[in-house]
């Protein structure tokens, strides 16, 4: 086991998951009542983070074009930030963390950019 993988085994416990063996699949999906679903995936020596919520789109792009707006460099968040579409309703934020910065506090910091943002395109 490596350092990422104890940092997400830490970050499960700390959810109340105590049986977590990131290690053995490298990935683990967390689903929450209120924040949406998240996936944790170790991909080469980085962390993936991603967080899909479903979202009533009203019809409007509006909501579309704010979370495009977020991914800009010039955004300056201490993560790479991505998103997309999962399917018609489903919106997804993506953060990548390099593998030498991956700590639990970055996990946690990550995870509560990713609901952060999901609630800001969703009152948008």
Known sequence: MNWID????DFCRGMGLDAVDFSSAGRVQL???QSGT???E???DCLFLMLAKALPWHQSNEP???ALSFCHAGQ??????KTGLLDEQTLVFS????GDEVTLPTIEQAFALLVRL?????NS
């Open 118 to 122: 999901h609630n800001d395109v969703a």
């Open 38 to 40: 998240l996936h944790l």
């Open 31 to 33: 689903s929450f009542e």
């Open 42 to 44: 170790k991909h080469q």
């Open 76 to 81: 300056g968040w201490p993560f790479t930030i």
């Open 6 to 9: 104890a940092s997400v085994d």
């Open 64 to 66: 579309i074009k704010k």
């Open 95 to 98: 953060a990548q963390i390099e």
